[in-house]
């Protein structure tokens, strides 16, 4: 919250405070600490749902004895027709089961992949961020004039000796990082674009060094990037990405044309267009940004991103010993290197496909001993007939065969079942899809080919016994 009150004290100061804000998300995003809520729902109603019906279906079924039964079972080792089918419905449940959660789990993660095949708009690597505050207190700033005249030059010499630090590439400043989850949309004025005033051009504002595009490898799009000659004093520039510049211009060049805040603020000319890059995260597609020079509108405190080869803890210590010869009070904190910040910002995609991903294993290794199990009990209880069918002339191959029909049968049955459930449960994951649909078929038949891979796997262990029984010694086992 100090981070957001802040930044509005120092546009105040400047007196560029637009007048009008709307915030695209909250300051603190709560979502940040917790598993995405279409994640729970998606889980909440497939497995406790899947639990009930276990554990309720053999009790209802011994709810509802049969003394027919009982005493046909008591004479005979035949199972009924009644328990047989309430076997399979529990093996077929437990596959369809297998199959949701599978079916999400593959799809979180070809959105995980493609994720990371697309990239964060820029170049993380070798890039470490420290914030930094300017240690404006000791000039004793009592006005905008004081403020204006102590801030440029102090930022001067900061950036100038962080960039002249022994093993730094490059560095550049930057108001707010992207994928941090932090942004507002600013009300502007864009010349050219008609607008009434309750409906006016938004996008969000970033206050960056000269350096900053090139550091991050930022592609440009048209125009050019901000230059030496982009300082205090000189015509008020900006950058606009590439969003911006299709959303207000429609397919007009955008560079020579003008922008500023809502309000009496000064006009500032578009140079350049530059590609986009997520605010948010990046599971977010890049939104309007225009991008405004810190050389000529310096911050007294700003991430610092340099580039260099050395680890993290060598790149702060080694930029620190630097920026203590301007002030020994300048500590940084917030360091973190861009990578992390890259990882970071797919947890709700990552920490939600580890989740389905750990439902489906435990789903899938019970649902292949279900059907081992059910399918050996279902030979055991029928090794006369296996025998009858042997002494008859019935060979290894047919009773393999025979076995297997049965198994997949109720394999089958169960993996159509969790292909439905999967075409109306995975709705529920459209947020966390990110260049993914809902409804892969790729997806669907190659998960469903691995579960019914798995359960004729699960089938030949009792298909390969009850082709092993002698015809003499399974009819003498009743």
């Given at each position: 919250?100090?981070?957001?009150l ?5 546009r105040?100061?400047r007196?560029t405070?637009?007048?009008q804000?709307?915030?695209?998300r ?10 995405d ?11 406790p749902l ?5 554990g309720?279906?053999p009790a209802?079924k011994a709810?509802?004895?049969s003394l027919?039964d ?5 004479g ?6 009644g ?10 449940g437990g596959l369809?089961?297998s199959?949701i ?9 070809q959105s995980?992949?493609?994720?990371y095949?697309q ?5 993380s690597?070798?890039?470490k961020s ?9 000039y004793?700033i009592?006005?905008?004039a004081d403020?204006?005249?102590v801030?440029g030059?102090l930022?001067?010499?900061?950036m100038?000796?962080?960039a002249?630090?022994?093993g730094i590439?490059s560095?550049a400043?930057v108001?707010h990082l ?5 942004y507002?949309l600013?009300?502007?004025?864009v010349e050219?674009y008609?607008?009434s ?10 206050y ?5 595009h090139?550091?991050?490898s930022?592609?440009?799009?048209a125009?050019?990037y901000f230059?030496a000659?982009d ?6 520039v ?5 969003q ?9 060049d955008?560079v020579?044309s003008?922008?500023r805040?809502a ?10 267009v530059?590609a986009g ?7 977010e597609?890049p939104?309007p ?8 509108s310096p911050w007294t405190?700003?991430?610092l ?15 620190m010993?630097s920026?203590?010869k301007i002030s020994?009070?300048?500590?940084p904190y917030?360091i973190?290197t861009?990578?992390?910040m890259v990882?970071?910002s797919?947890?709700?995609?990552r920490?939600s496909m580890?989740?389905?991903v750990?439902?489906a294993?435990?789903a ?5 001993l279900?059907?081992y ?6 030979v055991?209880k ?5 025998g ?10 047919s009773?393999v065969?025979m076995?297997?029909r049965d198994?997949?049968?109720v ?6 079942a969790g292909t439905?459930?999967?075409c ?5 994951l459209?947020?966390l ?10 997806t669907f038949?190659?998960?469903?080919g691995f579960?019914l ?5 699960s089938c030949l262990?009792p298909?390969i ?5 002698a015809p003499v010694?399974?009819?003498?086992r009743?």
């Amino acid at each position: 919250m100090g981070y957001g009150l802040a930044h509005l004290a120092v546009r105040y100061l400047r007196g560029t405070l637009p007048q009008q804000y709307s915030f695209a998300r909250s300051l603190i995003q709560l979502e940040r600490f917790q598993i995405d809520g279409r994640v729970a729902i998606f889980a909440a109603v497939v497995v406790p749902l899947a639990a009930v019906l276990i554990g309720l279906a053999p009790a209802w079924k011994a709810s509802r004895p049969s003394l027919i039964d009982a005493f046909r079972d008591a004479g005979r080792s035949v199972g009924t027709l009644g328990a047989r089918r309430l076997q399979n419905l529990l093996v077929a449940g437990g596959l369809a089961l297998s199959v949701i959660l599978a079916i999400g789990a593959a799809l979180l993660a070809q959105s995980f992949a493609h994720l990371y095949r697309q990239g964060p708009g820029f170049q993380s690597a070798g890039l470490k961020s420290m914030y930094i505050s300017l240690p404006t207190f000791e000039y004793q700033i009592r006005s905008n004039a004081d403020w204006q005249r102590v801030t440029g030059p102090l930022w001067q010499r900061a950036m100038s000796a962080a960039a002249e630090t022994p093993g730094i590439e490059s560095v550049a400043a930057v108001s707010h990082l992207p994928l941090a989850g932090f942004y507002y949309l600013a009300a502007l004025e864009v010349e050219g674009y008609q607008a009434s005033r309750d409906n006016l051009p938004q996008a969000i504002d970033r206050y960056v060094s000269n350096s900053y595009h090139e550091t991050m490898s930022v592609p440009l799009r048209a125009g050019r990037y901000f230059n030496a000659f982009d300082r205090a004093g000189s015509q008020g520039v900006v950058l606009v990405n590439e969003q911006f510049a299709k959303r207000y211009f429609r397919g007009v060049d955008p560079v020579g044309s003008r922008v500023r805040y809502a309000g009496n603020s000064p006009w500032f000319t578009i140079i350049g267009v530059t590609a986009g890059e997520p605010a948010g995260g990046m599971d977010e597609e890049p939104k309007p940004m225009v991008y405004f020079s810190m050389n000529q509108s310096p911050w007294t405190f700003f991430h610092l991103i340099v580039k260099s080869r050395m680890d993290l803890d060598a790149t702060v210590s080694a930029v620190m010993r630097s920026l203590h010869k301007i002030s020994p009070s300048m500590a940084p904190y917030e360091i973190r290197t861009l990578d992390t910040m890259v990882l970071d910002s797919t947890w709700r995609v990552r920490y939600s496909m580890m989740l389905l991903v750990a439902l489906a294993g435990v789903a899938l290794v019970l649902a292949a001993l279900g059907v081992y199990s059910v399918l050996r009990y279902a030979v055991g209880k029928r090794t006369r007939e296996i025998g009858i069918r042997m002494a008859l002339g019935a060979g290894g191959g047919s009773i393999v065969r025979m076995v297997l029909r049965d198994g997949l049968a109720v394999a089958g049955a169960g993996v159509l079942a969790g292909t439905i459930g999967a075409c109306v449960l995975t709705r529920f994951l459209t947020t966390l899809l990110f260049g993914v649909r809902a409804i892969e078929p790729l997806t669907f038949v190659a998960v469903c080919g691995f579960l019914l891979a798995v359960a004729a796997a699960s089938c030949l262990g009792p298909a390969i016994y009850a082709a092993s029984l002698a015809p003499v010694e399974a009819l003498r086992r009743e």
